[in-house]
């Protein structure tokens, strides 16, 4: 399956933008689904991850109040909707697919979408 993420851009501190990550080539409905970020001159992080129907999902501590994740199997797609952005979380997001389990672990992911700039300016 092919990973095509989109949303990213330039906000304000306080700001919200919503990321979508759609899976070509194949049914997502069969994957457990994530959202990574990368902030420059750091280690990939977890940030949201969501399992194959949708009723569960799970959050990094930094985000969770702030940030949603959710799936629409119909269209093949996940969203992420991120609210009150901080400085802080400017980076790269990554949407990423597993066929075999939801984790918070970057190395359970088989598939990843090429990465959206976000930006947050103070």
């Known amino acids: 399956v092919q990973l095509q993420a989109c949303g990213g851009g330039l906000v304000q501190t306080g700001g919200s933008l919503r990321l979508s990550c759609a899976a070509v080539g194949r049914t997502s409905s069969t994957y457990n689904m994530a959202w990574f970020r990368q902030a420059p001159g750091k280690e990939r992080e977890f940030v949201a991850a969501i399992n194959w129907s949708g009723g569960s999902t799970y959050y990094a501590d930094s985000v969770n109040g702030r940030f949603t994740i959710s799936r629409d199997n119909a269209k093949n797609t996940v969203t992420l909707q991120m609210d009150g952005l901080k400085p802080e979380e400017t980076a790269v997001y990554y949407c990423?697919?597993?066929?075999?389990?939801?984790?918070?672990?970057?190395?359970?992911?088989?598939?990843w979408g090429q990465g959206t700039l976000v930006t947050v300016s103070s």
């Open positions: 990423a697919a597993s066929s075999r389990v939801v984790s918070r672990n970057e190395n359970w992911y088989t598939y």
